[in-house]
């Protein structure tokens, strides 16, 4: 069977345009990269792992969500591009804030543009009117998003997702995005760091053998990994990182020097108008010093225009601290994997971030080798998350993934000195079971607290949750021996067994989270985002709408250019593509561009058999309909 | 609970096992029980069974890849209880370990390599004779030596984590 170089350029065959999407009825599970920054989801098909882009043909989308004044939202670049207009109702890098209390996020909270509140036990919320949103809200928000554009490429629903974490993510950050998943009523079938993930992508082919240090700085959160790969078995070695160090902060430091320079200190500013188009200045900024030695911009302050120009050595000495701690997490980790540089094969730079020529430079400088080419910086977590859900479904039994948990967890012991359990870098699954016993006599109830991190003192781990072991029969003191099993399962995520060993009587265990959403509040926040079902439902045919008029659009101007149609039947065919283009352009209302797509659709069919209904339907076919080539057969 | 990791790893209980051996088992075994090769095959009952299993075989390998706490497994297997019973040391070998413990906490990076040197050495030597006292039969001399052994390792570990600062 002969296959031509791009099954895509063949519009005749409606079979196998669609050659690499899995086959009907098969399980199709999604990678999503739920990024700071970004987010964006990947498939595996018959040729590989592949992205799934828009309808415009963008991979990445906005991890923004912003809301209009009449309570509805809107969701990526559309959210995006309202952040100047709205910058009190527009919420971005929420990642920041996942799984973390007000008072860790207080100066945080100063420099975003939308309010950041201490809601229900301490933990953050965000506030848009008088509503409280958790940050797994909006976060679902997110990868509902993801996920309807993902359904559009694929041209069917889908549900079953592998969701990716930053690697340093702590257990409550893993539960918050479990949460986050379900709450977008989706099936998460399995948690995967990102740097792991990204391990995938590259080691996947087979040819890349060796032990690999992955670096992995994104927007928000900076993670190495070291991996050993070897026969479809990746086998993380050690992490390190730091989930509050990324991109953001380097706009931050930017911005206080674009601050100072206007005369203003940086914690003066509380308008969000201001902060927002600062922010957007700043990281504007940044971009350009990745490839310039200098950058500038005017800024009006209310009729006299300054100018601030920034150069890319000072942007690097701003830096520096912060670059240097990413290279001391590389250091640590490379010292827990028992690695020393000379024995790395390959070093992978991941996250948006790792353009920036003195990210490189020190990696470099630290690695002695040159980072691998060929890995999208962008999207290889996406791509890595795609290729752990076919393994999921059983699509690739040959590979093998071997994670560790980032942080050593404990519980509390007397005098306030943390004992630990599980230690970092332990592969996970993995498990400890521990006795306890009672103080006092006829003591039917004993407290656990647990921990997570790697200092000495309750005072210096994070708390991660507290549960009660109840039901232990009354005993003299010391007596009981209640097994305690900890067990961190292959999402990270900490799962806690009781058992009294004399009775045999399982104890009932739930732990209150710390930092995250009780089972009970999950299921009232699923309540809430049925009954927004209807208005969501309403949302994802207009965006679906939406796309279908984009594709229609390109196809027919592209179609219209190869043809030979008599003028006015091109320009009746034009002025309706026109009127599409316009609305879609405008965003107006969803009744009108239906309208006019049908008409659209109208014009077209009496056409319908030559050439610009074959391109047109090809168009609506391919997944990027930009790219549309001119094939022979169009001729 | 089954505690005994060569059992869990399907490999005869031996000090000086072959370590290719201990990583084609262990890879072999996690691609037969890993949660991610049953996401969708098994019920959860099945998946709580494979998750324990899962965890077993990497707590077991984590065991055995050490030399000590392999032979401290090796020990428990063949005398339970035996280390329990032997954890009092003689106070020359615990001024002598505080006095290594000391050096460690204010080693400068000129003297580090040096010292890691010294205490593998230290590692190497109660190696040998743990290996001994098991070969010979000699239980309590084993936990002596293992238990002594753990001031070293922790000294190895401490050198260790000081490297990079």
């Known amino acids: 069977m002969t296959h031509p170089a791009d099954p895509d350029s063949s519009p005749r065959d409606a079979t196998q345009k669609r050659a690499d999407e899995p086959a009907r009825g098969a399980r199709v599970v999604l990678g999503i990269d739920l990024g700071t920054t970004n987010s964006l989801a990947a498939i595996v098909g018959r040729k590989g792992a592949r992205v799934l882009r828009a309808a415009d043909g963008a991979a990445l989308v906005p991890s923004v969500v912003s809301f209009d004044n009449d309570g509805s939202l809107v969701v990526g670049s559309a959210a995006k591009a309202r952040a100047l207009d709205a910058p009190d109702r527009t919420v971005y890098s929420v990642k920041r804030l996942i799984g973390r209390s007000g008072a860790e996020l207080r100066d945080e909270a100063r420099r975003l543009a939308y309010p950041v509140v201490e809601g229900e036990r301490g933990l953050a919320r965000i506030r848009i009117d008088d509503r409280d949103w958790s940050p797994e809200e909006i976060s679902a928000r997110i990868l509902m998003h993801v996920r309807d554009i993902a359904a559009g490429a694929l041209g069917r629903e889908v549900s079953d997702v592998v969701v990716t974490v930053p690697a340093y993510f702590d257990d409550a950050q893993r539960q918050a995005t479990r949460h986050a998943a379900e709450l977008a009523g989706l099936n998460c079938l399995r948690i995967v760091n990102e740097p792991t993930a990204a391990s995938l992508a590259f080691g996947i082919d087979g040819t890349r053998d060796g032990t690999v240090l992955v670096y992995d700085l994104g927007g928000g959160t900076f993670d190495v990994s070291i991996l050993r790969i070897a026969d479809g078995v990746f086998r993380v070695l050690a992490t390190a990182g730091d989930t509050h160090l990324g991109g953001d902060d ?106 920036i020529p003195l990210v490189r430079r020190s990696v470099v400088e630290l690695t002695g080798q040159q980072p691998q080419e060929g890995v999208d910086p962008d999207l290889a977590v996406a791509l890595g998350a795609a290729i752990q859900a076919d393994v999921l479904t059983g699509g690739n039994r040959a590979v093998l993934l071997l994670d560790v948990v980032p942080l050593s967890l404990g519980i509390e012991t007397m005098g306030g000195v943390v004992s630990k359990l599980i230690l970092r870098n332990a592969t996970i699954p993995t498990s400890v079971t521990e006795e306890f016993s009672t103080q006092v006599d006829n003591q039917t109830a004993v407290d656990i607290n647990i921990y997570q991190g790697e200092r000495e003192r309750v005072a210096d781990c994070r708390k991660l949750g507290a549960f009660r072991l109840r039901g232990i029969p009354p005993m003299p003191a010391g007596l009981p021996r209640i097994a305690v099993t900890f067990l961190v399962d292959a999402d990270g995520v900490l799962r806690v067994r009781a058992r009294e060993q004399r009775t045999g009587i399982e104890a009932s265990i739930q732990v209150v989270p710390s930092f995250g959403l009780t089972t009970d509040e999950v299921n009232r926040m699923m309540r809430e985002s049925i009954e927004h079902a209807i208005d969501d439902m309403h949302e994802r045919e207009a965006i679906e709408l939406r796309n279908k008029a984009q594709a229609m659009v390109r196809g027919t101007r592209a179609a219209l250019d190869l043809a030979d149609l008599p003028p006015d039947q091109t320009w009746t065919i034009r002025k309706a593509a026109q009127r599409v283009a316009t609305l879609l352009a405008a965003n107006g209302s969803t009744d009108a561009l239906r309208a006019a797509v049908d008409e659209l659709s109208k014009r077209t069919a009496q056409v319908a058999d030559d050439v610009v209904g074959a391109a047109v339907r090809k168009a609506l076919a391919a997944e990027r309909p930009a790219a549309l080539p001119p094939t022979e057969d169009a001729r | 609970m089954s505690s005994d990791p060569f059992r869990t790893l399907g490999l005869a209980p031996d000090l000086h096992l072959d370590r290719g051996e201990l990583e084609r088992r262990y890879v072999e075994l996690s691609r037969a029980s890993h949660p991610d090769h049953h996401a969708l095959d098994a019920d959860a009952a099945r998946l709580s069974e494979l998750l324990d299993r899962s965890a077993a075989i990497n ?106 600062r």
């Open chain 1, 250 to 355: 380097f706009d931050a430091l930017i911005a206080r020097d674009l601050l100072e320079h206007l005369g203003h200190d940086a914690g003066d500013v509380v308008d969000p108008y201001v902060r927002q188009a600062i922010r957007k200045s700043a990281e504007g900024l940044k971009v350009q010093l990745s490839t310039a030695d200098s950058a500038e911009l005017s800024v009006d302050t209310g009729g006299a225009e300054r100018r601030f120009s920034i150069t890319r050595a000072r942007f690097e000495e701003l830096i520096a601290p912060l670059v240097e701690r990413t290279i001391d997490c590389c250091r640590s980790a490379l010292r827990d994997a028992g690695i020393a540089t000379a024995e790395l094969d390959a070093v992978v730079l991941v996250g948006g971030s790792t353009r």
């Open chain 2, 59 to 164: 707590d077991a390998y984590r065991t055995l890849a050490d030399r000590f706490r392999r032979a401290e497994a090796l020990l428990e297997l063949r005398a339970p209880g035996t280390l329990d019973a032997h954890k009092q040391l003689d106070p020359d070998f615990l001024l002598a370990a505080m006095e290594l413990a000391e050096r460690v906490a204010t080693v400068g990076d000129a003297g580090r390599t040096a010292l890691a040197a010294e205490v593998d050495a230290l590692l190497d030597a109660d190696f040998a004779a743990i290996a001994a006292a098991l070969d010979a039969g000699d239980h309590g001399g084993a936990a002596t030596r293992l238990h002594q052994s753990r001031y070293h390792r922790k000294a190895r570990s401490d050198l260790r984590s000081g490297d990079s």
